[in-house]
């Protein structure tokens, strides 16, 4: 089993990707936009490697404007050296990868040209992968579309234009059911007509119901049918709602508990889980050290990166986990990251960030300039004013620790959450 996460990072230096606008575009800018791209790309699957993270999806935008006519350099030949310093690190590592299409892609579509820029897409998004290297376990995800009046007709014309897909297109494609128009069943029935392998996704299955009894585990274990060997694992999608925004958001971290039960109610190692959560691979990693049988040396190095976030929004909480920490024969994961989400979700104080921020001062300030003290302690006394927000606290103490190569602190979450 493989539990992974989507796109981008939290708190991760140089993973950042880039983009422009059209009017921006020249081939100049886009041979820089790609290079910065790739090099991101890299770090991330060197992070990825560091913490045993083996599902990944790589961002649509890791080309810019790569199905767009206005981008017409090949960049799987320019860059092909780099492609394949990401691929052999993918590959020696085991790492699964897959893509997924935005929501603009949609081959069932009325409209001729909008099927055709979907397929230039899906082309786009098969020649990464193709270009990686990478076997056809490594899948490309995609929702039916829409229904357009007629979810017959749709489901026909997904149908229909389906056979006009690329080979290498077809190898990787898997579809996933929605939280809006097409449900578990529609793509099973659809998954199982064109031999389509089938991904369930556990959130849009609770908001867009089928209306079959069935539990959570019975539709995994049904979507598992349309998984073939060269398929790989069977892979699905896991996620849960956010309490505080609209049906369908997703949280803002993974709820451990809620996972452990679902896991423990899967009862399988045969499945890859990628976790579509907004704070990325710091769920993953916490899924990962709680499923695991490590020591507390992992959990150590997690309280490394969290310990200042943990302090400024709940000092007993702090206090709390310095103490379980202290039996070096555990191993308590889950008791750990409730109590870093526990903290995580209290309202933080004005004294609380203060007193924070001084502490990490402190690391900095006997090889800060006087220039830069004096900088500090004014943003200190503007923000007990009211005058400017923690934020810019922050944004001065990140500068001084990138500047100072600080790696206790350019690791810290504190600066990310």
Not at 64 to 76: L, T
Not at 84 to 92: N, Q, V, Y
Not at 153 to 178: G, H, M, P, T, W
Not at 241 to 264: A, C, E, R, V, W
Request: hydrophobic share 35%; glycine share 4%; net charge neutral.
């Amino acid at each position: 089993m493989s539990i992974g996460y989507a796109c981008l990072t939290i708190g991760v230096l140089s993973t950042n990707f880039k983009s422009c606008i059209l009017k921006n575009v020249t081939e100049e800018k886009l041979l820089e936009l790609i290079s910065h791209n790739l090099k991101s790309l890299e770090n991330i699957i060197d992070y990825n490697i560091e913490n045993n993270i083996m599902l990944f999806r790589i961002t649509s935008d890791l080309i810019p404007f790569g199905s767009n006519p206005v981008n017409n350099i090949k960049w799987w030949d320019v860059f092909s050296s780099e492609l394949l310093k990401i691929s052999e690190k993918i590959k020696s590592s085991g790492m699964r990868v897959s893509m997924h299409p935005g929501q603009y892609t949609v081959i069932n579509s009325p409209s001729n040209d909008v099927v055709k820029r979907s397929m230039n897409d899906l082309n786009y998004h098969a020649r990464v992968l193709d270009r990686l290297g990478v076997s056809k376990k490594h899948k490309m995800i995609l929702h039916i579309g829409g229904i357009y009046n007629d979810k017959g007709e749709a489901v026909d014309r997904f149908i229909r234009n389906y056979q006009y897909l690329d080979e290498s297109v077809k190898n990787r494609l898997v579809i996933e059911n929605d939280d809006k128009l097409y449900n578990i069943i529609d793509v099973l029935e659809i998954g199982t007509k064109l031999n389509i392998p089938v991904i369930f996704d556990n959130l849009h299955n609770d908001i867009n119901f089928s209306g079959e009894q069935k539990s959570t585990i019975e539709w995994v274990n049904e979507c598992k049918k349309t998984w073939k060997e060269d398929d790989g694992n069977q892979k699905i999608h896991y996620s849960e709602q956010n309490p505080l925004k609209k049906i369908g958001s997703h949280s803002n971290t993974i709820d451990i508990n809620k996972f452990m039960y679902f896991f423990k109610e899967l009862n399988r190692n045969d499945i890859d889980i990628m976790l579509e959560v907004k704070d990325k691979n710091l769920s993953a990693v916490k899924c990962i050290n709680c499923i695991s049988n490590n020591n507390i040396n992992v959990l150590e190095e997690e309280w490394s990166r969290y310990k200042y976030k943990v302090l400024e929004n709940s000092p007993s909480n702090y206090s709390e986990i310095r103490e379980i920490l202290k039996d070096k024969s555990s191993y308590p994961a889950i008791k750990f990251y409730d109590l870093v989400d526990d903290a995580l979700q209290k309202e933080v104080s004005v004294e609380n960030s203060i007193n924070v921020a001084t502490h990490i001062w402190n690391c900095l300030k006997d090889i800060a300039t006087e220039k830069e003290r004096a900088s500090f302690l004014k943003i200190i006394d503007d923000y007990k004013n009211g005058k400017v927000s923690i934020n810019k606290i922050k944004s001065a103490l990140f500068r001084l620790s990138v500047k100072y190569n600080e790696e206790c602190l350019l690791h810290s979450y504190y600066f990310v959450l």
